[in-house]
């Protein structure tokens, strides 16, 4: 029954969506689950509910300053508007979370025109690698040519794990001897996707090195190296975030952004859990937007954040 089937894109899209919302199952189940409990328990808006909400936003992660923000909006929306419905505020919360997310996220890059330069970078582990192939590919899908620079040169099977990664995708690699000079590495990548016209660039970082200066003294240097050979391409810096690290991952995009300037955050492992929230905390309180959700392992499971599909993913019942 074919003509029963949507367009490829749009069926590719509703199975993001899908994906998406299983991946923010934990964290959805955690915020509107207990707020439901608690407004049908409740019935009636009073400052024992607000209290309650707050403790619920909080312990999701999404920061003590945002959550205060929201809650005073929601109060605010909630005298203005006359709501007398306990029930009615998860709406109102969904508007609030929508709004901040809006709130400074730039246009996306992500199909435009251009040649790009991605520094990917991030703590080890944190899914920098796996971030590269799963960009790859959608990249490659987009029609874009796509060159990988393999400059994680201190970790044993950094390189080799790049290079499985290129062979499967069918995308060429530039890699040096395990433990030469990243710097170089990067040099040479970003000549040979001059020299090819290679749209997009992706760059794989150490995520330690023998000390956390050693290792931010590195990144920069790369940065600088690409940032001066860059011939008509533009330098982008991902930071990449492990969401379950929770507030820790917001002090390390803090010390990231002190020595490199992060031009956007890819936040992983939103599937593994119940605290979605950071993604508020990380838009309010850094400032760096987010750029593309992880939530799963799966090659599909990384996408561009979307603020108004995330909210709907992450409050939808
Ligand atoms: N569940 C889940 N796992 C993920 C996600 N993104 C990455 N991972 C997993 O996280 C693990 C680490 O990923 P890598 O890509 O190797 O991390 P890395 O930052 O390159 O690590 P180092 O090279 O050691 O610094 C792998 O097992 C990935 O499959 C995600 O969105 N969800
Ligand atoms: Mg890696």
Known sequence: MHWFRRGGEQEEQASWFQRLKNGLVKSRENIVGQISDLLSLSGKIDDELWDDIEAILIQADIGVQSTMRIIDNLKYKVAEERVTEAGQIIDLLKDELVEILR???PETLHDKAGRRIYLIVGVNGTGKTTTIAKLA????????????????TFRAAAVEQLAIWAK????????????????AVVYDAVHAANARKSDILLIDTAGRLHTYVNL??????????????KGDAEVITLLVI?????QNGIAQARLFDEALT????????LDGTAKGGIVLAIQDELKIPIRYVGVGEGMDDLQEFKPDEFVEALISE
């Open 103 to 105: 709130t400074g996220a």
């Open 137 to 152: 590919r959608s990249f490659l899908k987009n029609k874009k040519s796509v060159l990988l620079g393999a400059a994680d």
């Open 168 to 183: 499967r995708l069918d995308v060429d690699i530039i890699k040096h001897e395990r433990g030469s000079d990243p710097a």
């Open 216 to 229: 931010m003294e590195e990144l920069k240097k790369i940065k600088r190296i690409a940032e001066r050979e």
């Open 242 to 246: 492990d969401a379950t690290t929770g």
């Open 262 to 269: 992060v031009d956007g955050i890819v936040l992983t492992k």
